[in-house]
């Protein structure tokens, strides 16, 4: 069983920054998603076990980004200018069956909690 508990949502100004935080033991490949309320959740990144491959939905692509620690067991999200529409719930999530990165829920077998990240206008 794989435990994930995400950490560093809050509150910002648009244009502002946010790093979230996944604490994820084992080597698996991980992605990042969210769900703003009356909306399908949707992915927004993805890197792979070793940390050496990454993807980005296009609406957050040269703003976040996704990094790893294998040696602390962390995942990370920076979110850098931020927009009204990235609010949403994040959730990181664990996929246990492949070492390719993902981009769809399905693709996923654990998941985190979820962190609230509320961007104001």
């Known amino acids: 069983q794989v435990q994930l508990v995400e950490s560093g949502g809050g509150l910002v100004q648009a244009g502002g920054s946010l790093r979230l935080s996944c604490a994820a033991s084992?080597?698996?490949?991980m992605g990042w998603f969210r769900q703003a309320p009356g909306k399908e959740r949707e992915f927004v990144a993805s890197?792979?076990?070793?940390?050496?491959?990454?993807t980005y939905a296009e609406a957050v692509k040269g703003r976040f980004a996704i990094s790893r620690d294998n040696a602390n067991d962390a995942v990370y999200l920076q979110m850098n200018g931020l927009k009204p529409e990235d609010t949403a719930v994040y959730s990181c999530a664990a996929r246990s069956t492949g070492r390719w990165i993902a981009t769809r829920v399905e693709q996923y077998d654990y998941w985190g909690q979820g962190t609230q990240v509320t961007v104001s206008s």
């Open positions: 890197i792979d076990w070793s940390g050496s491959f990454t």
């Open positions: 084992g080597r698996y490949t």
